[in-house]
């Protein structure tokens, strides 16, 4: 067991790559290093609150590292009556840790069960996701790393991708995805955005490229994450510049207009959903 700010923590190492999470702060991964040991996650803030606990505010949380997000982003009511809380119930949950690699958690907005076992690969890391269910449910999952992103750094994506949707500030404005759009240079200071993919256009790789040269690339296989959010952050919130590439199984934020759209996934007691996400670093 490894401590963070003496918090239980677990350690996994891969090639290139080395992962730091607390099961305390709802499985959260505080700490991304390559091997040259520069740390890719933004860090926590001085002093350290305490563990976020159900019904506060993301905000108002130690804002840092990679969150789990589910069964949504954006707090809201199904048509059922049923509340989910902003950024879901996963960050603010305790996880049980298994072997040391398997964390698992339990859903309080919606009853379904999730687990994520962190593996190394012969290339990097494989975060590997089940969700479980006793009945058919609606499931918005998204990652929600806060990467560092300097001067200059940008989001590269696949050959092809031409046009890109606004969701924040705007809402369904379409903009070009050009190379200068793709900088965190892009963004004014003091303010976000958060764009799309089209859902015509699932990918299943992205990488977040830095000016010295330094490249973390994620990858998935866009038949179980279909949606593709991209998030830059100029200290609209966070302490730092960052850009967190979201994978995600529902378009866009809202698990509710996710279900009104029909483009979300569902999990159901003989359908578990299973995904995994690929990382790897390198130059160039």
Not at 22 to 42: N, Q, T
Not at 57 to 71: N, T, Y
Request: aromatic content about 8%.
């Amino acid at each position: 067991m490894t401590l963070w700010y003496d918090e239980p923590a677990t350690m996994i190492n891969g090639p290139g790559l080395s992962m730091i999470i607390v099961p305390g702060r709802g499985g959260k991964i505080v700490s991304l290093r390559d091997g040259d040991g520069v740390e890719w996650l933004l860090g926590p803030p001085d002093p350290l609150p305490p563990p976020a606990r159900p019904g506060d505010a993301f905000e108002a949380a130690e804002m840092c590292g990679w969150d789990e997000c589910a069964p949504t982003i954006d707090a809201g009511r199904l048509a059922d009556g049923t509340e989910v809380p902003d950024h879901g119930d996963l960050w603010t949950a305790t996880w049980s840790v298994g072997d040391g690699t398997i964390m698992e958690a339990a859903g309080s907005s919606l009853p379904y069960g999730f687990r994520r076992a962190v593996l190394s690969t012969a290339t990097g890391l494989e975060l590997r996701y089940r969700v479980t269910a006793d009945r058919e449910l609606p499931f918005l999952w998204a990652a929600h790393p806060q990467f560092l992103a300097p001067p200059g750094t940008m989001i590269e994506l696949p050959a092809g991708i031409e046009r890109v949707i606004d969701v924040y500030p705007e809402q369904g404005t379409e903009r070009r995805w050009t190379a200068a759009a793709a900088m965190i240079d892009s963004v004014p200071p003091g303010t976000g955005r958060k764009v799309y993919l089209s859902p015509a256009d699932a990918v299943g790789t992205v990488a977040l490229q830095r000016p010295d040269g330094r490249g973390l690339r994620l990858s998935w296989d866009p038949a179980r994450l279909p949606y593709l959010g991209l998030w830059y952050d100029r200290h609209a919130v966070a302490r730092a510049d960052v850009i967190a590439p979201e994978p995600c199984t529902g378009y866009y934020d809202s698990l509710a207009a996710a279900v009104e759209r029909g483009q979300v996934a569902t999990v159901a007691p003989d359908r578990p959903l299973e995904w995994s996400l690929f990382l790897e670093s390198g130059r160039g």
